[in-house]
């Protein structure tokens, strides 16, 4: 030991096992991660290929190009869109700027395993609500909110059960909720979510102040190599996202 103290909290925090933990075995297929099996679209590359030239410049912090092209995609004001390096970004970010010691954050188990990391790095407490027959049960969720809540996470469809609750039930939860808990609604598979149309998640948007929709291009796109991920929400959420992250 070195004798630095570190966190404390890191304590409860599990370290990432990493493929190369398992030894070097070329044949071992990763179906952890979820990746497509396909590289990126053409177009992409091509974009890529013709920024290369540009390395040598910082990107722009504030992501003025994605965010209206999504802005654009989604129909929503640019002022509500936020880009991050991955959704885990945002998501990390998000816990920086809602929760705190004493603080509590529920969420759905077994859900991603990024969760309950929000929690230990804050300090937050987390409950856990099991899932009902492999589905989010947001009833049993709803009656965890307290004062304390500050943050609620919806994965849906869900990592790693693949299983989804309808938009009207989304809709139903996020309004039986008080307004001062946020809302994190993580969609990184929703182009997969056979209950839904992709739009409807973002329709609920101008419903509900508290709601965060939260997307990336990793899974469908097949770009998670790229680190994009993006999240509509108020503006007030991009803002206070803004204020703790990196630029």
Request: glycine share 8%.
């Amino acid at each position: 030991m070195s004798g630095v103290e570190f966190n404390r909290r890191l304590e409860s925090i599990p370290v990432y096992p990493a493929a190369e933990s398992y030894g070097e075995d070329e044949g071992l297929i990763k179906l952890a991660s979820n990746e497509t099996p396909w590289g990126p679209p053409p177009a992409v590359i091509g974009a890529i290929q013709g920024q290369l030239e540009t390395l040598n410049r910082y990107p722009d912090p504030a992501k003025s190009v994605l965010r209206r092209r999504i802005a654009e995609r989604s129909d929503v004001p640019i002022s509500k869109v936020v880009v991050g390096n991955g959704s885990c970004e945002i998501l990390l970010a998000a816990g920086d700027a809602l929760l705190e010691p004493g603080a509590e954050i529920v969420y759905a188990w077994p859900s991603f395993s990024m969760y309950p990391h929000l929690a230990a790095q804050s300090g937050a407490r987390a409950v856990e609500v099991p899932l009902a027959n492999g589905v989010h049960d947001l009833e049993a969720m709803a009656r965890e909110v307290n004062a304390a809540t500050r943050l609620v996470l919806v994965c849906n469809p869900n990592n790693p059960t693949a299983t989804a609750v309808g938009i009207d039930e989304i809709d139903a939860f996020v309004a039986s909720l008080p307004r001062h808990v946020a809302v994190i609604l993580d969609e990184a598979y929703v182009e997969f979510n056979l209950l839904q149309d992709p739009g409807e998640s973002i329709d609920l948007l101008s419903k509900h102040s508290n709601l965060v929709v939260l997307r990336t291009f990793s899974k469908v796109y097949g770009l998670c190599g790229l680190r994009a991920g993006y999240a509509l929400g108020t503006e007030e959420f991009r803002l206070a996202v803004d204020r703790v992250r990196q630029p």
